[in-house]
């Protein structure tokens, strides 16, 4: 197996909710597991500033709109191919079903559509970034 495609298998793992990820490739077999909190001594709750939800502030607040959150952990691709114009840009009217991004998860590519009709007015994340489920993509009004 691909030592890059094991790396993002190792990365979806750690980003997701999911405990552990088992994948069979022809005669190839993987298996990754995070460590159990469960099953580990309690340890008391510390406050961290680095592992508060960074997204949250980097919402603009003097942007009306509504976000449109990623359905998925995957990597964000604004274009169908780094080839091809994006699908979107600030400014850009959009109707429900219109098609934003694409986010790659597990070799799938998954075409991630309007909720609603609108006009972009800020894209959010890099593309070629990793995103988690509900990190807001782009703020539509």
């Keep these: 197996m691909d030592l890059r495609k094991l790396k993002k298998l190792i990365d979806l793992v750690e980003t997701s909710g999911i405990s ?11 298996k990754i597991s995070r460590n159990n909190l469960l099953s580990q001594p309690a340890q008391p709750i510390q406050s961290h500033p680095q592992l508060t939800n960074p997204v949250e502030t980097e919402i603009p607040a ?43 998860a597990m070799k799938l590519l ?13 894209i959010l994340v890099e593309n070629g ?7 807001p993509l782009f703020i539509i009004g």
């Excluded at 552990?20 to 993987?30: A, M, Q, S, W």
């Excluded at 959150?69 to 959009?94: E, K, L, Q």
């Excluded at 970034?129 to 990190?135: A, M, N, R, T």
């Design 20 to 30: 552990e990820l088992e994948l069979t490739e022809g005669e190839e077999k993987v």
């Design 129 to 135: 970034q990793p995103v988690e489920f509900g990190e």
């Design 110 to 122: 998954n075409e991630i559509e309007s909720e609603n009709d609108g006009k972009i007015k800020k």
């Design 62 to 104: 003097a942007i009306d709109g509504d976000t449109i959150n990623s359905p998925m952990v995957g990597s964000f691709y604004r274009a169908a191919s780094p080839d091809s114009s994006p699908f979107v840009d600030i400014g850009s009217t959009v109707k429900k079903g219109d098609v934003l991004c694409i986010i790659e």
